[in-house]
């Protein structure tokens, strides 16, 4: 059983506002990412961390923003929320195991800006 | 660049077989696999390192083709629970996330 956690799982929000999605891992893995998800689409990789004060863009470009402050906390931040921005979020982390990285996923945000 | 999954949907009966197949254009180092049931999150199923890895769990296996960047998942006599989205996410790094391809729904029908 994975302890990665996100919240809020749903938030509703008007354009505008400023939000953060919350994820937070117990296990301890170095790695972290943010993945975003239209219903029944595929996943694109948003943002990744090696590691605390890490943090790189990923394949699919994004107006949020991350940090890595801890270890377990790598927050997910947009400043501005607009329409487009509705979708899911997932967070995940991976520890390294003989090069093998499995990649753990939390709950999801499930983000609607009107 | 994003990897190429096939086929886009399937519908299979009970105890029937499937194939999904996943190529990259790109060199890989390694490729995962996921199964998502609507409204969750995607599941880890299993990880292909280079050198023409096959593995196996249960009745789901794979096998991965790094000379041809190709990677494929075999469901054998396939069960209700098998239904959902398949993702396969080729690494092309030992660091960044993974790259998935569009998905390959899977239904199962009694």
């Known amino acids: 059983e994975a302890d990665i956690y996100q919240t809020p799982r749903y938030l509703v929000i008007g354009t505008g506002k400023k939000i953060t999605l919350e994820c937070s891992q117990t296990m301890g893995h170095d790695k972290m990412y943010w993945y975003q998800q239209d219903p029944g689409m595929e996943l694109h990789l948003i943002h990744y961390s090696y590691g605390v004060n890490s943090t790189e863009k990923g394949d699919l470009s994004s107006e949020s923003t991350v940090s890595r402050i801890r270890t377990e906390h790598f927050p997910l931040t947009l400043e501005s929320a607009r329409p487009s921005h509705t979708s899911q979020y997932l967070c995940?982390?991976?520890?390294?195991?003989?090069?093998?990285?499995?990649?753990?996923f939390g709950p999801g945000t499930r983000l609607l800006v009107l | 660049q994003q990897p190429v999954q096939s086929p886009q949907a399937v519908i299979l009966r009970e105890g029937e077989d499937a194939v999904i197949n996943c190529s990259s254009s790109?060199?890989?180092?390694?490729v995962h696999w996921y199964r998502q049931k609507h409204g969750e999150a995607p599941i880890f199923l299993m990880i292909?390192?280079?050198?023409?890895e096959q593995k196996g769990h249960d009745k789901i296996s794979a096998s991965f083709n790094e000379k041809k960047q190709q990677s494929s998942l075999y469901l054998t006599a396939s069960q209700l629970s098998y239904s959902g989205t398949y993702f396969c996410?080729?690494?092309?790094?030992?660091?960044?996330?993974?790259?998935f391809g569009k998905g390959t729904h899977l239904i199962i029908q009694p």
């Open positions: 995940a982390s991976s520890g390294s195991t003989s090069g093998k990285e499995t990649q753990y």
């Open positions: 292909l390192l280079k050198g023409g």
């Open positions: 996410g080729p690494k092309r790094g030992g660091a960044d996330g993974l790259t």
């Open positions: 790109k060199a890989l180092y390694s």
